[in-house]
């Protein structure tokens, strides 16, 4: 069985600090995409990683990719209250549907 | 706009009283899926659709069953639901295997 382990589960910040939360699992995975999900509503994509080593950033968000394709990073320069959610990582392997972790949620304090 | 769409936005039933969930979308996407979601948990993936394939995974229980009559809806029925199955209920759609997914914004089930 694939599994997608987040960390942190839970994250509290105050308005202009940084993070990083991460996604990891003994799997190797062809790609994997991040999603943000807020209360009351679906996940929405945010990026899909496909190359090892792999680097994307969508305006102050920075996404990796692990050389190995085995783990991922999400990090946030001077987050905003905006930014709180429930972050997702999820992986595809391709003889599976996607595989989910449990999320970080993230609190961002005005 | 595209879109994936929900309904109801909260359903409450009575312990064992058969319930629908209904998912439509203007996406023309021939995948389909539907997620169990528990709060502080992963969506577990509950069934999917490609096309008119059904496919359900190992340990979604029996109780629970799903309908596509046409490329644009879904449905999830849960016969005999029980407390455990409180939760929110996503559907998602997506262009094929992997490929990213379009969720609505789920039904949340209260179960009494």
């Known amino acids: 069985t694939q599994l997608l382990e987040q960390s942190p589960q839970f994250l509290s910040i105050q308005e202009g600090e940084n993070l990083t939360v991460y996604c990891n699992s003994s799997?190797?995975?062809?790609?994997l995409q991040w999603y943000r999900q807020e209360p009351g509503e679906g996940p929405v994509l945010l990026v899909t990683v496909v190359t090892g080593g792999e680097v994307k950033k969508l305006k102050r968000l920075t996404f990796q990719f692990g050389d190995a394709r085995k783990d991922s990073s999400l990090h946030i320069t001077a987050a905003q209250p905006g930014d709180t959610g429930l972050y997702l990582c999820?992986?595809?392997?391709?003889?599976?549907?996607?595989?989910f972790g449990k999320g970080t949620r993230l609190s961002v304090i005005a | 706009d595209a879109m994936v769409i929900q309904n109801p936005r909260y359903q409450v039933t009575q312990f064992g009283k058969p319930v629908t969930l209904s998912c439509s979308q203007t996406l023309n996407h021939n995948v389909m899926y539907w997620y169990q979601q528990k709060s502080s948990q992963a969506p577990k993936l509950l069934f999917h659709y490609y096309d008119k394939d059904f496919n359900n995974e190992a340990d979604t229980p029996d109780n629970f069953q799903s309908r596509r009559p046409n490329t644009s809806f879904c449905f999830l029925d849960i016969r005999s639901p029980g407390l455990g199955d409180a939760a929110m209920y996503l559907c998602?759609?997506?262009?094929?295997?992997?490929?990213?997914?379009?969720f609505g914004n789920g039904t949340r089930l209260t179960v009494t």
């Open positions: 799997s190797v995975f062809s790609s």
């Open positions: 998602a759609t997506g262009v094929g295997a992997g490929s990213p997914l379009h």
């Open positions: 999820a992986g595809f392997s391709g003889n599976t549907p996607l595989v």
